[in-house]
């Protein structure tokens, strides 16, 4: 374990910086369970009270950490957005299971960290910001499967339909999340991701 440099003097921004550094680095090690402020603070070479000034709170520091995650996530689908490609609707459904697979496996211990803090708030008390990029995934699916004839004027179904993709895809996502993500356990919850969507593409596609 490494401490970050000693924040006196540095700008208040910088402290913000080293403070979720030093988060960071904590869960990636040990997971969600390791974010205590004083560990925290030992890890940014700062005091106690320091990691509350900069952001608060543990629940505005995790705010901010989760957010980092969620953004850096966002970025992971728009950089192989296959939405603007030519390729059937089975096929571009299942580059974005594949991304949301190999994302969490590469951020497995901050993304289970995420997961839990989403089950353990109420989300309509958390900052707008936050939950637009919680909600970025269904934003993601509606923009797909208003491609779908069936779903194309019925606004009310195609969000239906993609809070169920979306729930489904979650599920067996989290369901993984029980032990490493090894590449079987990747490739298996790709093959259930792939039943599903080429269900829902079959019976909307018409």
Known sequence: ????????????????????????????????????????????????????????????????????????????????????????????????????????????KLWEALVAFNASRDLSELPSWYLDRVRYLLGY?????????????DEELRQTVSRALYGAVNGIMNAGLVGKLDNLLQDTMLKQMRVIIDALVEKYDR
Request: no cysteine; charged share 25%; hydrophobic share 45%.
């Open 1 to 108: 374990m490494r401490s970050l440099m000693p924040s006196k003097r540095l700008p208040k921004e910088q402290v913000a910086d080293n403070v979720i550094a030093a988060a960071r680095e904590l869960v990636i090690e040990g997971g969600g369970e390791a974010l205590q402020a004083r560990a925290i603070a030992k890890r940014a070479g700062v005091s106690v009270g320091t990691v509350y000034n900069a952001y608060g709170d543990l629940v505005g520091l995790q705010l901010a950490l989760h957010g980092q995650t969620l953004a850096k996530f966002q970025v992971a689908f728009e950089e192989v957005d296959v939405t603007k490609t030519d390729a059937p609707m089975t096929e571009r459904l299942a580059a974005f299971a594949n991304v949301y697979v190999m994302f969490v496996s590469e951020n497995q």
């Open 141 to 153: 699916l509606d923009k797909e499967l208003v491609k779908l004839e069936a779903l194309k004027e």
